[in-house]
Structure formats: structure tokens, C-alpha cells
């Protein structure tokens, strides 16, 4: 095994024909500006995908990484196929492979990977990032607003969030951990939750941001899309 640094992306992605695109360049731009530092592949799982998804993924990652299929239907079961997929792929240390999750609706900057590695290489063994939306067109008028001024991020940098949409861990402490658990739902803060009782060494920052879509209805049940539609529902004093 070697002890050069290995980072594997992964994304779950269902009908995500017309946001995967974005999200791919992003993080082939990601990876190009880490590959100096350690080697990275993706891995792509579609889940219960019913457009084209999978071609998409296929043409754009080209050798950059594999796409495999699953029919869970369930964004927790998708993550640990991708997950289980890339550690599979790969001969490396767990102790040297960094998985960085994110989602397909998601649009990650050139730094994202090098600055996880960065961090990793500092002995942080999780990550929790932040995320901001990319537009509010689907949404009321104040909804901008209030989401920027309810999304809490304290001085010092760190924060209270868990999205899988940026999470990223090292793959040995993420195994100790029981990896992605079978869920539609809160998988994020599932693993992140068991991440704290396997004592893994965390950090949330807000240093790590990816941009999310705005969209109002999204693909897990209860997520992201969920709670930032139900800021319409908030009354805005006049």
C-alpha cells in the first residue's frame, strides 16, 4: 500500500440529467487543482434514475472515475455504494483515502479538494461544510433574506450544519464509524453523530462552502430543498 494521500469524490444522483453537468465540471476542476498532491477519482452512484443521468456522468467523467447504478431509491444507501465502490477501486491505506461527499444539484469552487486535503494532512480526520443557495427564483421574496440571516455561522468560523453535500472524512475513521447508514433522510447527520462516538477528530468550517440549488422540491424526502421552501411559509411582518 502506498502512503500517498488518495481522494475519492462521491455523489448520489437521481434524475439529475440537467444539474449533474454543473456539478461535474465543478469538481473535475476540483480535482485538476489537487491532483499535484495526492491522486483523486469520482464515483458517481444513480440511484433509481429514470432519465439520463448515467450517460451523462459516463461521458463527462470519462477516466476520471466509474458511475455504477443502485435502485435503493434512498440518498444514505446511495452515498455508502459510492463509498464502498471507491474503497474497493482503490489499494490504498484507509488511513491515506479522504472521501469528499457532495450532491449533484451542487457546484463545488477550484479549492474544495485541496483545502480538505490541507486539513487532513493537519491530523482532522471530518469535515462539515457550509453551503449556500444559487438562486431563489422558485421561492418568495423574502426567502433570500431569511435564510441568510438564519443560517448560523459563529466568529471563529465554525458552525452547526451537517450536509452531505459537503462532508468530507477520512476512510478508515468513516469505516470505525459504520459508514453511510440506509436512510432517505438525515443520513448526514446520522453518520456524523457516530462519527463523535467513534472518536473521530471533527471540524465544522465555514472555510469549505458549495453552492446549492435553490430548487424548491428536491430528492430526498425531509432535506435541504424541504427546509429552505418552508421559509415561505414564515410570516413576514409588513
Same mark, same amino acid.
Given at each position: 500500500?502506498?502512503?500517498?494521500?488518495?481522494?475519492?469524490?462521491?455523489?448520489?444522483?437521481?434524475?439529475e440529467?440537467?444539474?449533474?453537468?454543473?456539478?461535474?465540471? #465543478?469538481?473535475?476542476?476540483?480535482?485538476?487543482?489537487?491532483?499535484?498532491? &495526492? #491522486?483523486?477519482?469520482?464515483?458517481?452512484?444513480?440511484?433509481?434514475? +429514470?432519465?439520463?443521468?448515467?450517460?451523462? &456522468?459516463?461521458?463527462i467523467?470519462?477516466?476520471?472515475?466509474?458511475?455504477?447504478?443502485c +435502485?435503493?431509491g434512498? !440518498? =444514505?444507501?446511495?452515498?455508502?455504494? &459510492?463509498?464502498?465502490?471507491?474503497?474497493r477501486r482503490?489499494?490504498?491505506?484507509?488511513?491515506?483515502?479522504?472521501?469528499?461527499?457532495t450532491?449533484? @444539484?451542487c457546484?463545488?469552487?477550484?479549492?474544495?479538494?485541496?483545502?480538505?486535503?490541507?486539513?487532513?494532512?493537519?491530523?482532522?480526520?471530518?469535515? %462539515?461544510?457550509?453551503? @449556500?443557495?444559487?438562486? /431563489?427564483?422558485?421561492?418568495?421574496?423574502?426567502?433570500?433574506e431569511r /435564510?441568510? #440571516?438564519?443560517?448560523?455561522?459563529?466568529? @471563529?468560523?465554525?458552525?452547526?450544519?451537517?450536509?452531505?453535500?459537503?462532508?468530507?472524512?477520512r476512510?478508515?475513521?468513516?469505516?470505525?464509524?459504520?459508514g453511510?447508514?440506509?436512510? =432517505?433522510?438525515?443520513?448526514d447527520? @446520522?453518520?456524523?453523530?457516530?462519527?463523535?462516538?467513534? =472518536?473521530?477528530?471533527?471540524?465544522?468550517?465555514?472555510?469549505? +462552502?458549495?453552492?446549492?440549488?435553490?430548487?424548491?422540491?428536491?430528492? %430526498?424526502?425531509?432535506? /435541504?430543498?424541504?427546509?429552505?421552501?418552508?421559509?415561505?411559509? !414564515?410570516?413576514?411582518? &409588513?
Amino acid at each position: 500500500m502506498t502512503n500517498r494521500w488518495h481522494i475519492s469524490v462521491l455523489i448520489p444522483a437521481r434524475d439529475e440529467e440537467d444539474l449533474l453537468p454543473r456539478c461535474l465540471e #465543478s469538481v473535475l476542476e476540483a480535482r485538476a487543482s489537487v491532483l499535484r498532491m &495526492a #491522486s483523486c477519482d469520482v464515483v458517481v452512484a444513480v440511484d433509481n434514475s +429514470k432519465d439520463g443521468t448515467y450517460g451523462i &456522468a459516463r461521458k463527462i467523467l470519462g477516466n476520471a472515475g466509474g458511475v455504477i447504478r443502485c +435502485k435503493a431509491g434512498r !440518498v =444514505g444507501f446511495a452515498r455508502a455504494a &459510492a463509498a464502498k465502490t471507491a474503497l474497493r477501486r482503490g489499494k490504498q491505506n484507509p488511513s491515506r483515502v479522504w472521501l469528499a461527499n457532495t450532491d449533484a @444539484d451542487c457546484c463545488v469552487p477550484p479549492t474544495w479538494l485541496t483545502d480538505q486535503l490541507q486539513l487532513a494532512q493537519a491530523g482532522v480526520e471530518a469535515i %462539515a461544510g457550509i453551503v @449556500d443557495v444559487d438562486s /431563489f427564483d422558485e421561492h418568495g421574496p423574502h426567502v433570500r433574506e431569511r /435564510f441568510r #440571516s438564519t443560517y448560523v455561522l459563529n466568529p @471563529d468560523g465554525t458552525h452547526p450544519h451537517i450536509h452531505g453535500a459537503n462532508l468530507g472524512v477520512r476512510a478508515d475513521v468513516y469505516l470505525r464509524a459504520g459508514g453511510w447508514a440506509n436512510l =432517505g433522510t438525515a443520513e448526514d447527520h @446520522d453518520l456524523w453523530g457516530r462519527l463523535a462516538v467513534a =472518536g473521530a477528530q471533527k471540524l465544522s468550517t465555514s472555510r469549505l +462552502k458549495v453552492l446549492t440549488s435553490g430548487r424548491r422540491c428536491g430528492r %430526498a424526502p425531509m432535506g /435541504f430543498a424541504g427546509a429552505l421552501a418552508a421559509h415561505n411559509e !414564515v410570516r413576514v411582518e &409588513a
